[in-house]
Structure formats: C-alpha cells, structure tokens
C-alpha cells in the first residue's frame, strides 16, 4: 500500500457515497463523473454506488486525517 494525497473531487466523493443509498438523479451525476470512474478503478466503489470495504477504510481514513489523505494499493 502506498498513501496519495486525495483531491478535493476524491474526498468529496467519498463523503458523499458515505449517505449510499442516494436519490437516484445525485447517485446518476456521481456515476458519469471521471473521479467516480477512478474510485471504481481503484476498486473503493462498487459500480451500485456503494463503497467496498477498501473504500469505507479509505472513509475512515478521511474522518481520522482530515480531507486531503487517503491509501492506494499498488
């Protein structure tokens, strides 16, 4: 695992899935967005719009670090 610093597009969007499940017209705009495309490539969001378990760490991580830290598998 190796750490990245989240931007604020990355945080904004775990914060957000956090509330999952979502009115579907929010969950839609989340889903067409380019970060929410890379958080299902780094495997933190199911394509549902719910946060795998590696995401909700990376959730906790935000509460624990404050906004802007965040862990990557290499």
Known sequence: MSC????SEMTELIETLM???????ELNRLQQSPVFAMAR?????????ELTGIGWAHAAGLRRD????????R
């Open 19 to 25: 509330r999952y499940p979502l009115p579907d017209n």
């Open 41 to 49: 490539r780094w495997g933190w969001v199911m394509a549902s719009g």
């Open 4 to 7: 990245v610093d989240l931007t």
């Open 66 to 73: 404050g906004p802007g830290h965040g862990i990557l598998p």
